[in-house]
């Protein structure tokens, strides 16, 4: 069962499209994450799902109901933002029990999910405390727990751990995925973050220009990216890119100036007429230097111009044949600037895209 169903939906601000006919099925206790650069729409479409804005085109389904045109309040859903939006004057029992209380919930009831919201979020030592007493981390806690409290079958997120430092949010994301876990509601999280898009999703919905580039597992969206644009966006650093020409036939080989690299091992999914354009993409992981590089189907020697030390790997800036080209080492590796080194990489764990309409091949 679909837990939520969006059926051509589009949304316009006079002449401007920002969600152009989006089909979406999102399977109940799945934890989808709508993954793009700011402006892609993704915020504009969980807020569509709210009830937030009223849509152009289409239709929105939750649990079976159509909910197009409900108010916030009866499509059952909790949301979490990016801003706390907690009420200051209100200890953190007061924020978590507001809305049950208008909502005219038994107080027995509230208590009981108060109780179990606060345990689940590690913060039943701070529920007499005001916000302000509250670290950043302990305030989106709290936020989360607001959702929880209301006992809903679907929980949406916008970006809500933008706000915290790096270690925070590599916490209170062991604390989302133990949550949804847990839970087993459905969760759809907006995130521009592709690190958090890949530890936390079953799905990932990379989205450019109000459309949706490629729905996939994270494991499928880093080894198969259905186009250039969703190549280059996940990966940190991102994935090299070398400009050349297909040869096809019998022994399909990469071209370009100065580089031969023979593609027999590679995984097409359509092919490719002969002597296309296209660009050859490698992931810096994929790349080995020294001693492991021997044995490769394609190895070069380079002359390292920038070193990054990161302390787990190390990263190294140089040109491929006049073309920028990086890599990882281990952390470990001592490198200087102007060394020359040998790399290389085997080829079926590239990614080739036609360079007119930067489609996988």
């Known amino acids: ?21 989006l089909n979406l099925e999102v ?12 402006g892609c729409g993704k915020s504009t479409l969980l807020n569509c799902i709210a009830g937030l804005l009223d849509l152009s085109e289409g239709q929105i389904f939750i649990n079976g109901n159509n909910v197009t045109w409900a108010e916030p309040k009866d499509r059952g859903i909790g949301m979490v933002f990016q801003s706390y939006a907690l009420y200051p004057q209100m200890s953190v029992r007061g924020n978590l029990t507001f809305g049950l209380k208008n909502a005219r919930v038994p ?10 919201a606060a345990q ?26 607001r959702a929880l409290v209301r006992d809903v079958d679907v929980f949406l997120f916008d970006e809500p751990l933008s706000n915290l430092d790096a270690k925070l949010r590599a916490e ?6 133990r949550l949804h876990q847990n839970l087993r509601n459905t ?26 580039q490629q729905l996939a597992d994270p494991y499928t969206i ?72 021997r044995e490769l189907p394609f190895t070069r020697d380079i002359n390292v111009e920038v070193v990054e030390p990161m302390g787990s790997d190390t990263l190294i800036w140089t040109s491929l044949e006049g073309q920028p080209f990086h890599f990882r080492m281990d952390g470990q590796a001592q490198v200087d ?18 360079k007119a309409s930067e489609i996988r091949l």
């Open 172 to 177: 209170l994301r062991v604390e989302l995925k």
């Open 107 to 116: 107080k027995d009831e509230i208590n009981t999910r108060v109780k179990r």
């Open 222 to 293: 880093y080894n198969h990216p259905v186009n250039k644009y969703v190549a280059g966006f996940i990966g940190s650093p991102s994935m090299n890119f070398l400009d050349g020409m297909f040869g096809g036939g019998d022994a399909p080989t990469f071209k370009s100036t100065g580089l031969d690299i023979q593609l027999g091992r590679y995984g097409f999914k359509d092919g490719s007429s002969d002597q296309a354009p296209i660009y050859l993409g490698i992931r810096p992981e994929h790349v080995q230097a020294g001693e492991a590089s």
């Open 1 to 21: 069962m679909n837990s939520i169903s969006i059926r051509d939906l589009s949304l316009k601000f006079g002449d401007t499209t920002v969600l152009n006919q």
């Open 27 to 38: 399977a109940e206790g799945e934890f989808l994450v709508l993954l793009g650069a700011s």
């Open 337 to 354: 600037v102007g060394e020359t080194l040998q790399i290389g990489f085997d080829p079926a764990k590239a990614s080739l895209f036609d």
């Open 187 to 212: 969760m759809i999280y907006v995130t521009h973050d592709q690190v958090e898009a890949m530890t936390l999703a079953d799905r990932i919905a990379i989205m450019r220009g109000g459309v949706i």
């Open 120 to 145: 689940m979020l590690q913060i039943e030592p701070l529920l007499d405390r005001k916000p302000a007493q509250l670290s950043g981390g302990q305030r989106q806690r709290v936020a989360i727990g």
